[in-house]
């Protein structure tokens, strides 16, 4: 029987990301996120609703999610414990302006998703944000001569852990092709 345990929260695996977006006081800056989740074309994120990454995406109502993996992980931490400073030159990071949002697109993340604001819901001290994805962008070496993403190659960090603890995880390199897990289990089956 499974037991019950108090926490604060709770997070039982989700990719980390680096919320880039314009500043009234600095320009351009950043953030580091893991409450999201994507259907399609649209994506949903969470930021504390007194973060300055929300009041600034309330205002200019456009961001970047820009997706590192594990040779980020510096950066994306500090992201995320520095406030209300100009992160992007404190950290030296490289970045380019979107040519949609005018958001931080990060020379280091693999993956970046350029997105717009379609609504933005708050509620208990969260600002959930409803967006439009306007643009992915990926790193040439990620796609194969057809232009379909190699999944096998991409290995996004992952936040896990409760009120008590934060881990990171990282993905290996076993992938799972759509229904192959499943005919393996079948061919097992067949067999006894």
Known sequence: MKQSFNTSKLYYGFPIFILG?????FGHNITTCSSS???????????????NAAEQIKHYQ???????DETS?????????????????????????SERTHAPILESCPVVLDCQVDRIVEEGGICHIFAKIVER??????????GHFRNELFAPTYFMGDGYQRVYRYLDKRVDIKGSFIKKARKKDDKS
């Open 137 to 146: 962008l990926v790193d040439p070496e990620l796609l194969d001569e057809k």
């Open 37 to 51: 989740y994507s259907l399609g074309d649209w994506l949903v994120i969470g930021v504390g609703s007194e973060e």
């Open 21 to 25: 977006y314009q500043d009234q006081n």
């Open 73 to 97: 992980m510096l950066a994306m931490e500090q992201a995320g414990f520095i406030s209300h400073r100009e992160k992007l030159k404190h950290l030296a990071l490289e970045y380019d302006l």
């Open 62 to 68: 456009q961001f970047t999610v820009n997706i590192p």
